[in-house]
């Protein structure tokens, strides 16, 4: 663990919620969720206040079947995190170094950069057709859950829920959620 989730939770996580919804166990990583935007929303509640973390549960619905594969859905994430926390202007040296290898890796699997940075110039090649679980499931989710809490020094919780938000808005449209499955309507 990396330390950016270990906050003790009093509240019910978004996450938790979501795991509810979807008739999955109880969890705060729901399979049914993006790995990566499961690890915004575990930041964002962990850096917000109780009356910011309620704010976020009626968002639940919003994460079901969103767990779609590729580098574009994770890439898009870390690279909007990180912009977040790179605009916020707070940062240690090595923290601006990790976040900005993280964000030219990001971009790098966008397209939009020749060259990924950081250990990626290293696993990509060498993990072939599995970096990009490799990717989604852990370095990834490392990154984003590092750029929100960079990015949590200097926001409040309407940018956190901001920022939710936008990730939210960032993932491609689902065919149809649980619920509705379940709903049998």
């Known amino acids: 663990m990396n330390g950016y989730g270990v906050v003790h ?14 008739r999955e166990p109880w969890t705060d990583r729901p399979a049914c969720v993006h790995p990566v935007l499961s690890a915004v929303a575990r930041a964002v509640h ?16 919003l994460f079901l079947d ?18 977040t926390a790179l605009a916020g202007g707070e940062l240690a040296g090595d ?3 990790r976040l900005g290898a993280a964000h030219r890796t990001a971009l790098h699997l ?12 290293w696993w990509l090649p060498v993990l072939g057709h599995r970096s990009e679980a490799f990717y989604r499931t852990f370095v990834a ?8 809490a ?11 829920k901001s920022l939710l938000k936008l990730c939210l808005a960032a993932q491609p449209s689902p065919s149809c959620s649980a619920s509705a499955q379940n709903s049998g309507s």
């Open 9 to 22: 939770r009093s509240d019910p996580c978004v996450m938790e919620l979501v795991s509810r919804l979807a």
């Open 46 to 61: 962990d850096h917000s206040s109780s009356a910011g973390r309620r704010e976020l549960l009626p968002l639940a619905p």
């Open 66 to 83: 969103t767990a779609s594969p590729g580098f574009e859905p994770s890439a898009r994430l870390v690279a909007l995190c990180v912009s």
């Open 95 to 97: 923290e601006r170094r």
């Open 110 to 121: 966008l397209g939009t950069e020749e060259h990924p940075a950081g250990s990626a110039r």
């Open 141 to 148: 989710t490392e990154h984003a859950a590092e750029a929100v």
């Open 150 to 160: 960079v990015a949590a020094r200097t926001a409040n919780d309407v940018r956190l």
